[in-house]
Nanobody, 124 residues
Framework: QVQLVESGGGLVQAGGSLRLSCAAS????????MGWFRQVPGKEREFVTA????????RYSDSVKGRFTISRDNAKNTVYLQMNSLKPEDTAVYFC?????????????????WGQGTQVTVSS
């Protein structure tokens, strides 16, 4: 079973940047499509972005398109989320997730493994 651990969250001013990492153990990330989701207290978890197992295909939510970039290094068993031009509304706990069916889907129920999340706070 794959274990996922996110890191790189923190406090940043609006307009700033952060890079999140998601490291995997217990399996090879190249077997999975990987996604990032985020959640604000009291709200449902929402899709942010996903990347195919090869890295050739990606998809983004409209709210982050053009500002966030997902990438992966299968040799390092790690997925990244580069977040630029951050806004206060990006404040959330960010989760990475692995989908063994490789659907590149926005729907969280199709993701099989999840990390514990990392907090991102953007101050105005």
């Amino acid at each position: 079973q794959v274990q996922l651990v996110e890191s790189g969250g923190g406090l940043v001013q609006a307009g700033g940047s952060l890079r999140l990492s998601c490291a995997a153990s217990g399996g090879f990330l190249s077997s999975y499509t990987m996604g990032w989701f985020r959640q604000v207290p009291g709200k449902e978890r929402e899709f942010v972005t996903a990347i195919s197992w090869s890295g050739e295909s990606t998809r983004y939510s409209d709210s982050v398109k053009g500002r966030f970039t997902i990438s992966r290094d299968n040799a390092k068993n790690t997925v990244y989320l580069q977040m630029n031009s951050l806004k206060p509304e990006d404040t959330a706990v960010y989760f990475c997730a692995a989908d063994k069916l490789r659907l590149l889907t926005t729907i969280e129920k199709y993701y099989d493994y999840w990390g514990q999340g990392t907090q991102v706070t953007v101050s105005s």
